[in-house]
């Protein structure tokens, strides 16, 4: 058992409700497996889950815990701040791809 540290620019949602959540009401909650740690405070990018950089977000509130089926699980509350305009998403989403999602598609024609 151990904690595993997020990387503190990505925040990745895994469904497309949790995003819709987000620019919808502002605000979601998304639990993640095993326990991790998210700065409360730290502003991130925001990808969809097919790693489309889309918004700003703010993490909130972050509790991580056992649940009661015995699963370490983290609870991350997190803000929208402002969505991305279309170059910035474009260029958010190219250098994800290649720090962190590790997979590049080399360059984009202009």
Request: aromatic share 10%; glycine share 6%; charged share 25%.
């Amino acid at each position: 058992m151990g904690f595993q540290t997020e990387f503190n620019s990505v925040c990745k949602f895994n469904t497309e409700q949790e995003l819709y959540e987000l620019l919808e009401y502002g605000m979601t909650k998304v639990v993640k497996s095993g326990f991790r740690i998210y700065p409360t405070g730290q502003r991130v990018i925001a990808y969809t889950p097919e790693n489309q950089a889309v918004a700003i977000v703010e993490v909130f509130v972050s509790v991580a815990e056992i649940n009661f089926q015995g699963e370490e699980v983290t609870s991350v509350e997190v803000k929208l701040i402002r969505k991305l305009t279309e170059e910035e998403s474009r260029v958010q989403t190219e250098l994800a791809r290649e720090m962190y999602f590790n997979r590049s598609q080399g360059p984009t024609p202009s």
